[in-house]
Nanobody, 120 residues
């Protein structure tokens, strides 16, 4: 059951920035997380923001990505700076918090995703 809508993806050169948005009509969700999927692979957890405002990131994006929330807009954002070609993926958000890599079908509340392409 899709509960969120992701947007904001695009094509940028290495070193560029993008801000992804994740809008939900049901902000009773507490924790929210961002994941990414490259072709043929599972969904990789990359960042989460808990209901108390705490954040956590995988080492690969720490210092480059920032997850933050605008409750008035029912939206969680992922600010991505210093993008690298290795960041190329489809990005999903979901209130399902699963560390590591999981089959994307496990994230039942994810949206359609938004494509991020980073060229060298």
């Amino acid at each position: 059951v899709q509960a969120v809508v992701e947007s904001g993806g695009g094509s940028v050169q290495a070193g560029g920035s993008l801000t992804l948005s994740c809008t939900t009509s049901d902000f009773s969700f507490g924790d929210m997380a961002w994941y990414r999927q490259t072709p043929g692979n599972e969904c990789e957890f990359i960042a989460t923001r808990s209901s108390d405002g705490g954040t956590s990131y995988i080492d690969d994006v720490k210092g480059r990505f920032t997850i933050f929330q605008d409750s008035a807009k029912n939206t969680v954002y992922l600010q991505m700076n210093s993008l690298k070609p290795g960041d190329t993926a489809v990005y999903y958000c979901a209130p399902d918090i699963v560390l590591g890599s999981v089959p994307c079908r496990v994230l039942t509340h994810r949206g359609q995703g938004t494509q991020v392409t980073v060229s060298a």
